[in-house]
């Protein structure tokens, strides 16, 4: 979601970028400065410009210095060392050539233009705008003097003067517009907060609908179908111990996030690699419950189920249009439930080609194969659940819960 | 958006919005240095139909830049910053070539200056990378162009020190715009991972409340009817017809129920909480349950502007939504009707509209008297 910086860090995060980005200007006009006095240098290797190039060098350190720690210190002597720069800088052209051509006073502004880019200490436009007049004051007067020292006309500098016009827009500018537009940032930031709680309470009904399908509604379409006479004691206990779950027990408070246990089982289990895999795919995977229940899988079960789970992930990540899923560990007497769950666009079971084959046999089949069931419950544009259900003990040729239910 | 790509446009459109204002004086004021710097030059001789066209060249790049990043226009793309570019470097080229014969060198140096302050002006629009490419070759074509100048013109300064002058302006600015622009995605990316931090730390405290509130919803709907059927059969443990007919009739029920909660829409229940009393509901048409299909981003915009038109006393009643399906493009229509003559109202939500505008792939704002009209598009998930 794009959200902006909250008022209270808002003018600090405001003041540092645009002191990093005047302190890059200054860097760019020292050297370009350099470089300018070089060319005239090999221009006319018998006039002096040399020193000017000497000249912007301790400038360039403090600015460094400056960067790196924006105290009024260094503040103070950026512009202490940098009027000194200025004026043997100005000096330097002055003695030499006359100032009267666009370039030779675009030259002398350079340094002039860094010395006003101090930035310096302090938060907010206010405090930037007055180290910038303080560098320009310093700057002009330093090039004042050398100016005049060499018996030239001394005459305002256009660029300086423009260039300091231009920052003190931008600083004002920031401030007016930091100010406009902020009244709708905590409409939006209470949006973002209602938009995850709203998701995280679809999730919820999504579990909560898919256990109610795969348990009561189950039941009561097999006892629908059932012909009259004895229940049977299969469906008996297997109502018992639903009805047990649902209403007796907390069955979506969850345990405490399985990532956030720091659990060495846990993150040594086969399910806790395939979540990494998925992860590692760009997925966000969000995994409660109980995590101990795994431990009561032994390795064939335990490696199966993981990769079924991992087939789940890789179609949400392919077809559900979602980036995010969550995969649940249930752990009941005698039975591990996992369920993976995407708010994604959904599908409907009975119109996936038969060349889709990762659900049904990646999934389906693996689990089934090791005396476990699978079952899906999905809405096209409401997401996906789907629940897979594995005995605890070693394999065997366990018959799915469903078909057991049916008979 | 993350890495070297992002823009403070993307990561805080509301923000960026507010310095609209900075970016018009901006390029104001690179218009008017721009118009001073020719008539000074073309005072002093020169061709005057290559000076006014450069003007006129660099007068279209300056509309280019304040159309684009007003509160009416979408993202501003990375085609539009290099035609920025094309115009100016050709603006200079004009410039250049109105005062090739003569030695007045100053007339055509009102381009760097004029290109580096656009830069500025766009730092929350592009990324530092591209700011910093394109700036580079703008700068080298002026350097070029005016290093080529100095020899033919044969100036008492030395052309690569001109050349030099002429680079550093665009390159100062530009460099410094990219610095602000990197400096100003890191400290939004630095927010925007705190905000997940505590995003998540807030779903992990509401996340209890939350299952037990469904739980529970589910609770009661089983204890009214479920519990005690089965609890009866499970004590007589024989299945009568009765029985079967009455549990057809239980799952029947309890699937509606799911069937109802699968229908009503996450847009729904936003419009009905944010319903004012006494008031009208908020009148939601999404017969494809394309509300659904929307991401976190879209929902969230959405959802914002949903609340506050909700809360707005200056709205009418009949405010509605529609949502419709053109292949896999999905058309979002809001049609909000504004009491009075208030249509300072579409200025109000600008901000919203700008975090729309980077959430969907289009929005358009019109007014219809009475009615303000946000129509926005999406490609179906």
């Known amino acids: 979601m794009s959200l902006g910086l909250p008022p209270h860090l808002a003018p600090r995060a405001v003041s540092r970028s645009f002191i990093s980005a005047i302190h890059v200007t200054a860097v760019v006009c020292l050297v370009g400065a350099m470089i300018v006095s070089l060319a005239f240098q090999l221009e006319w290797p018998k006039l002096i410009f040399w020193p000017a190039i000497l000249a912007l060098v301790p400038l360039l350190v403090v600015l460094y210095l400056l960067d790196r720690m924006p105290t009024p210190f260094f503040s103070v002597s950026y512009l202490i060392i940098g009027g000194a720069s200025v004026y043997w800088y100005s000096l330097t052209f002055a003695s030499q050539i006359e100032l009267d051509s666009f370039a030779a006073l675009m030259t002398l502004a350079l340094p002039k233009i860094a010395l006003m880019l101090v930035g310096g200490g302090g938060i907010g436009a206010a405090a930037a705008l007055r180290w910038a007049t303080s560098g320009f004051l310093v700057a002009e007067l330093a090039s004042f003097a050398a100016i005049v020292q060499t018996s030239q006309q001394y005459a305002l500098d256009g660029i300086s003067i423009a260039a300091y016009a231009i920052m003190a827009m931008l600083l004002i500018g920031s401030w007016i517009g930091q100010r406009g537009t902020r009244r709708m940032q905590p409409l939006l930031y209470r949006a973002a907060k209602e938009e995850l709680v709203a998701a995280l309470r679809h999730r919820m009904e999504l579990r909560a609908a898919a256990l109610l399908h795969d348990t009561v509604l189950n039941h009561l379409s097999v006892l629908a179908e059932s012909p009259p006479g004895q229940l049977s004691p299969v469906l008996r206990a297997r109502i018992e111990r639903d009805l047990a779950l649902l209403v007796g027990e907390e069955w979506l408070t969850e345990a405490p996030r399985a990532d956030a246990s720091n659990d060495t089982e846990w993150h040594d289990s086969d399910l806790y690699r395939a979540v990494r895999e998925a992860r590692a795919l760009g997925l966000e995977v969000d995994t409660t419950g109980d995590t101990t229940a795994l431990l009561r899988l032994e390795g064939e079960k335990s490696r199966e189920l993981a990769l079924a789970v991992k087939q789940c992930l890789v179609n949400v990540l392919t077809h559900s249009g979602s980036s995010d899923a969550e995969v649940v560990i249930y752990g009941a007497d005698d039975e591990v439930l996992v369920m993976v769950v995407d708010t994604g666009c959904g599908f409907d079971a009975d119109a996936i080609g038969s060349d889709r084959l990762g659900l049904k046999t990646s999934v389906h089949q693996r689990i089934e194969a090791v005396g476990g069931t699978v079952q899906v419950w999905s809405t096209a544009g409401r997401g996906t659940s789907i629940v897979i259900r594995l005995p605890v003990g070693p394999a065997s040729s366990t018959r799915p819960i469903a078909s057991v239910s049916a008979q | 958006m993350t890495g070297s790509g992002a823009t403070a446009q993307r990561l805080d459109p509301a923000g960026t919005l507010g310095t609209h204002f900075l970016t018009i004086v901006l390029v104001v004021v690179a218009c008017l240095w721009a118009i001073v710097v020719s008539a000074l030059s073309l005072s002093r001789g020169g061709d005057t ?90 700068a080298l074509v002026m350097g070029a162009v005016t290093f080529a100048h100095a020899i033919v013109v044969e100036t008492a300064a030395p052309p690569l020190a001109l050349a030099v002058v002429a680079v550093i302006g665009v390159l100062a600015l530009c460099y410094g715009a990219a610095m602000y622009s990197q400096r100003t995605v890191e400290a939004l990316q630095r927010w925007h991972r705190r905000a997940d931090v505590v995003a998540e730390a807030l779903a992990d405290e509401v996340r209890v409340g939350i299952a037990r509130s469904v739980q529970q919803d589910r609770v009661t709907i089983l204890n009214r009817d479920v519990v005690p059927f089965f609890g009866d059969m499970l004590a007589r443990e024989t299945i009568t017809d009765d029985d079967r007919d009455r549990a057809r009739e239980i799952a029947n029920a309890i699937r509606s129920v799911m069937v109802a909660d699968a229908d009503r829409t996450w847009l729904e229940v936003v419009v009905q909480q944010a319903g004012r009393p006494g008031r009208a509901l908020i009148a939601v048409d999404d017969p494809y349950f394309l509300a659904t299909t929307m991401t976190t981003a879209q929902r969230t915009a959405l959802r914002a502007h949903v609340v506050a038109l909700a809360a707005d006393r200056k709205i009418a009643e009949g405010f509605s939504i529609v949502l419709s399906r053109h292949g896999r493009l999905c058309v979002g229509t809001l049609s909000v009707p504004i009491l009075s003559a208030d249509h300072a109202r579409r200025s109000r939500y600008a901000p919203i509209h700008a975090v729309m505008r980077v959430a969907f792939d289009s929005v358009s704002i019109q007014t219809h008297p009475p009615d303000l009209i946000v129509r926005f598009t999406y490609e179906h998930s």
């Open chain 2, 49 to 138: 139909v290559p000076a006014l066209g450069a003007l006129g060249v660099f007068a279209i790049a300056c509309a280019l830049v304040v159309y684009v990043s007003g509160e009416g226009h979408g993202v501003f793309t990375p085609g539009i910053h290099l035609t920025v570019h094309g115009l100016v470097v050709a603006s200079f080229i004009l410039a250049s070539w109105s005062s090739w014969s003569t030695d007045d060198f100053s007339r055509d140096q009102w381009a760097p200056l004029s290109l580096g302050i656009m830069m500025v002006a766009v730092a929350h629009y592009r990324p530092a990378r591209e700011l910093i490419a394109a700036g580079t070759a703008s």
